[in-house]
C-alpha cells in the first residue's frame, strides 16, 4: 500500500431507498427471530414507486403480519406523506413468501454452513473505533442529517441522503479531509444558499473532527446536482444488499460479495463476516498487528472453512505463523460455534441495517466485544 | 499482503438467480441502446418461484417490449419446464418502470457523474487474462458446467451451479489448488455417484491447468449438500447486482460497492470501474508494475472525479509520482470521455453479465484492451 495517497469512502440515511430496503428485510428477520430463534430467514425487499415488494424463503413456527412490518419501517424512516414521494400507509405491500429449499435445509440441519462463499473482516488502529477513519466519518454525516431532520434542527431535510469523505493520508495515516459530499432529499420551498448554509454549519461542521477538518481547505460539494426534491423510492429503486461496501469497512480492504440483511445466522454471508470482524479487532485491539484483514471461506454443508487467512498487511508484532495459531485457537468457526459465541440467534438485526455493521458501540454488537485481548496477549507472551 | 497464505474466490452459472436477473437487467439495457443510444437506463429484477418483476428509471425515445426481453432471457438461460421449478413461458412477469428523476438528469445532461460513489479496477500478472487467479479457475468450472450441460455432456445437469476455488499462494505466486467446490443443480433421477463422477470427470480435470491441478492433493466438494433439485428462482430469490464480486476480481483487492448490470455507461458505478480496470490493466501490461489496484471516486452532477489513487502494493518498476502523472495523462476520467474512449454507448451489455465483466476477451470488452502499452512505456522511458 502507498503512503500518501487520497481514499474516498461513502455513507447513505436510513432513508436511501436500498438501505430501506435493507431495513426492512431485518426488520421481518428480528420480528420472525423473537418468536422462533432457529427460524431460518432469506428475505429480500425491492421498493420503487408506490411500491415495497418482499420475496424470500422462511422455515419458521412463528406467525408475523409481513405487510405491518413493512409499513412500519417505512413509517420510521420518515416516508408518511404521499407529497414526498412514499407513504407507508398508501402504498402498494405485495409478498411472494416460500419456504427454505429441502435440499438446503438438509446441509444446514446438520450444522453445516448454509451456502458457500468468502467473507472478509477489518480492522485498523487508524481510528478509536478501529475502522477505517473514511467510512467512520461517512457515516457521521448521514447519522447527523438523519439527526437534523428528525430533531427539525433544518426542518426542510428529508429521509434520503448520502455523504462521501476523501481522506488524504500522509505516511500511512489520516492527514486532513480533502473532500466532502452531501447530498440530503429537500422541501421544493428551500433555496440551494440555505441548503448549502444549512449542511454547512448544522451537519458538516459539528461532526467533522477539528485535527482532519480545515473548513476551508476542504473542497465541500453541496446537493451537487442543485436540486433533490424527487427521493427515495421514487427516485431510485431500492433493493436489500446493494449497500454492502457502506454496510462493512467503506472500500478498505476485500469484500466477499455477500449481503447481510434479511438473512438469519446459518447463513455464513453474515455470521462468518460478523466472526471475520471480530477476530481482526481483537488481534488490533490486543496489539498484535496495526492492520488485519481476516478471509474465511465455505462449504455449502460443511461446517468448517475450506480456507482461512490472516493477513496484516505488514504490520504484526508478532510472527505470522503464530498469528493463524492464534486465531484457530481462540476463535470458533464453524456456524454453530460462531453462532452461540457472538449470540446470533436474537432478534438484533434491524439496528445493523442502517449506519454500517461495524465499528459500533451498542450492546447487541458482540461481535466488537475485544474480549479476547487479554487471553491472546498472553498467548503472544505479550 | 503475505506470501504465503490460501486464497479462495467463487463463481456463479448464468443459471443462478442473482445472475439471471443480472442478464434480464442488461437484456433491457442493450434493447433500449440498441434504439436510443442516449437512453438513461437503471433497470433491476427480483426474481422468485412464479414471479420475474422488473422496476426501474428509465428515460429513452425507444420502444421495447420488455416482457418478451425478459421470457427471451430466462429461456436463454434454460428454464424451459415447470418441473425444473421456472418456466420462461408460463412464468408472472411484472413491470414498474418509470422515468429518471430530473432531479438527476439535470446533473447529468451536464455531462456530470450520474451517481457520487466509488469505483476499483484491478490488475496482476499471475495470469494471462491480467487477473486474479481463484477467480479465472471459478470462471472456468462454472463455463464448463454451463457447456457441458448445453451441449448434453451430462444430460442431468441443471441451469443452476456454483463453483469456488482455493488457491495456495507461496511467494506470492499460485503454487497449487488446494479445495474446489461445485454444486449443480441436478434432475433427480442421478445418483450422488454419478454426480460426483461426472462433475469431476467432465468438469474439473478438462478445465484445471494441470501445473496447478494435482487430483489426488486437491480437497474435492461436489455437491455436498447431497441434493440439489430445487434451484433457480425457486431455491433462492435473485436480484441484480448481488454478485458484484464474482463480477469482478473475486474478492482480491477492494470493491466500491456499486453494481454493473441494468446500468447506461453514464452511471460511474459501470463506466469508471470498466476504467479503472482499463488503466490498471495497462500498467501491468505495460511492465510498470506486478499489481495494479486503480481507485475512483465522483461526486454527483460533477464531471471530474474527486480523487484518484494508483496503488502498485509496493510492485511498481517507475516512481509512484510518475505513474500518477502517466494516468492523468492518457486516461480520460470524466463520463463523458471515459464512454467515448472505451464506446460504452453499444448494445454490448448483456454478455458481460455472466462470467465476469473482465479478463475477457471479446472485441466488446474495449476496456481489456492493452492500446496504451506502447505511449506508457514510452513516457515512462522503459
Ligand atoms: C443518483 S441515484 C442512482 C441513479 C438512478 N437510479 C437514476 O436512474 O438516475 C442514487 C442515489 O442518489 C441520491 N439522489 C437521488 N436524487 C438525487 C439528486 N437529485 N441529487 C443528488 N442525489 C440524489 C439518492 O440517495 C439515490 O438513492
Ligand atoms: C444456498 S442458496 C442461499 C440460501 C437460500 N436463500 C436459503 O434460504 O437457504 C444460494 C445458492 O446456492 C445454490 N443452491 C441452491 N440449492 C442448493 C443445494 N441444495 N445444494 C447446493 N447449492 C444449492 C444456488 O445457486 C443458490 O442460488
Redesign the interface.
Known sequence: ??NN??????SVTEGHPDKIADQISDGILDAIIAQDKFSRV?C?T?L????A?V???ISTKAYVEIPDIIRDVIKDVGYCDASWGFDYHTCSVLT?I?QQ????A??VDSG?AGD???M?GYATNETAELMPMPIVLAHRLTRRLAEVRKRKILPWVRPDG?S?V?VEYKNGKPFRI??I?V?TQHSPDVTNREIERGIMEQVIKPVMPKGLYDPTGV?H?IN???????GGP????G????????DTY????????G?FSGKDPTKVDRSASYMARYIAKNIVAAGLADKCEV?L?Y????ADP????V????TEKVS?DNLDKLVRKHFPMTPRGIIEHLKLRRPIFRKTAAYGHFGRNEPEFTWEKTDKVRALRKDAGL
Request: aromatic content about 6%.
Open positions: 500500500m502507498r495517497y487520497l481514499f474516498t469512502s461513502e432469506a429480500e425491492i420503487t414507486t408506490g411500491i415488494f420475496a424470500g424463503e411472494s416460500h429449499s429441502g435440499d438446503i438438509m446441509g453445516g458457500q462463499g468468502l472478509f448520502k462521501q476523501t480533502d473532500t459530499v447530498s473542497k460539494h451537487p446536482t442543485g436540486r433533490f426534491v424527487v421514487m427516485g431510485d429503486t433493493l436489500t444488499g446493494r449497500k454492502i461496501i457502506v467503506g472500500g478498505h480492504g476485500s469484500h466477499g460479495g449481503a478471509q471461506a462449504a455449502i454443508g460443511v475450506v480456507s482461512v487467512l493477513d496484516t498487511k505488514n505470522v
